[in-house]
């Protein structure tokens, strides 16, 4: 089945700064690769999603690449501000699990600071 | 509004107590899901339900109960059976495979 890494598991980063948080994944038949933001106390709320067929999007400030040989995507956070502060999952559609819509797989997070 | 409600936001329970979280939708998704956050551990898929009266295991399920007899609501009962129940719980329905979340459900064991 679908394995998914994250890195880093914290980063911190001053205000104006930008951040980039890597995720891999060891399925090559994935092919819908979502992010989600999770302020402290509440439930994850999708950021920027891609699919396998689009190598970059990007919304604002927010972009998320991805490289389909390396099986590897990057969240990038331009221009951070204080309010980006929150715990950052990524996640890969595994398409052996869960019928035909998929189930996702989740990486670990990575908990973001920003320091004003 | 359209959303997912999990109720209660948080729950106390003792040990050997079973005890169940709701999980109502009204966006009208077929599919919906059960995950459980512990820290540093991610989100760890319970069960999942892709039509009203079937249901199938997670990855996690053992000490775990679910029906799903509406497509509105999916509850999730924690038994006396799962050795160490006190995380975050957190609901999620889905159209077309892009998961919507609930606030989640703190549940702590005394």
């Known amino acids: 089945g679908e394995n998914v890494e994250q890195h880093p598991s914290t980063l911190s980063v001053q205000e104006g700064d930008s951040a980039v948080i890597k995720c891999t994944y060891s399925d090559s038949a994935s092919n819908y690769f979502p992010w989600y933001k999770q302020e402290l106390g509440k439930g994850p709320q999708l950021i920027i999603d891609i699919r396998s067929n689009v190598g970059e999007k990007k919304d604002q400030r927010i972009a998320v690449t991805l490289n389909k040989t390396a099986k590897h995507f990057s969240l990038h956070i331009t221009e951070t501000q204080p309010e980006d502060s929150a715990v950052y999952f990524c996640a890969a559609r595994d398409m052996n699990y869960g019928g035909s819509q998929g189930n996702l797989i989740f990486g670990k997070g990575t908990k973001l600071s920003v320091k004003p | 509004d359209g959303g997912i409600t999990q109720s209660p936001k948080y729950l106390f329970r003792k040990e050997g107590q079973n005890v169940t979280l709701s999980c109502e939708q009204n966006?009208?998704?077929?599919?919906m899901y059960w995950y459980r956050q512990d820290p540093g551990q991610g989100l760890r898929l319970i069960y999942y339900?892709?039509?009203?009266?079937?249901?199938q295991k997670g990855d996690i399920a053992e000490g775990y109960s679910v029906s799903r007899e509406k497509k509105e609501s999916f509850p999730l009962t924690v038994t006396s059976a799962q050795k160490n129940p006190t995380a975050f719980y957190l609901c999620?329905?889905?159209?077309?495979?892009?998961?919507?979340f609930g606030e989640g459900s703190r549940l702590t064991v005394l």
């Open positions: 339900s892709q039509i009203v009266n079937d249901f």
């Open positions: 966006l009208n998704h077929d599919a």
């Open positions: 999620a329905s889905s159209y077309t495979g892009e998961l919507f």
